[in-house]
């Protein structure tokens, strides 16, 4: 799940510019959903939490802030640190 938000991030920067901190959680809602898609009918449920987990946690402004700035680093750094708290909660 950790990769997973570091691609959803990663995929969103190129767009970044032209969204705001809501568009942009908006967006990595709708990559969850997608990315559902292809996950096994028996582990949706857990998946669709933890990429919830992981949007809802994730500070968007930031993200742009960081992102605007050129401090992918920090994007990363942050990402993993939202995914390592929602995977340790969904245990």
């Known amino acids: 799940m950790k990769k997973t938000l570091i691609v959803v991030l990663?995929?969103?920067?190129?767009?970044?510019f032209a969204m705001d901190a809501d568009q942009l959680k908006e967006?990595?809602?709708?990559?969850?959903s997608t990315q559902?898609?292809?996950v096994p009918e028996e582990m949706r449920e857990a998946s669709k939490k933890t990429c919830?987990?992981?949007v809802n946690n994730t500070d968007y402004?930031?993200?742009?802030e960081a992102q605007q700035s050129g401090d992918n680093e920090k994007v990363?750094?942050?990402a993993l640190k939202v995914a390592e708290a929602c995977a340790?909660?969904?245990?």
Request: aromatic share 0%; glycine share 0%.
């Open 10 to 16: 990663a995929m969103l920067s190129s767009v970044v």
């Open 27 to 32: 967006a990595a809602l709708k990559a969850c």
């Open 36 to 38: 559902l898609e292809s």
């Open 52 to 54: 919830e987990c992981n």
């Open 61 to 64: 402004a930031a993200v742009l």
């Open 76 to 78: 990363q750094q942050d």
């Open 88 to 91: 340790a909660e969904s245990l």
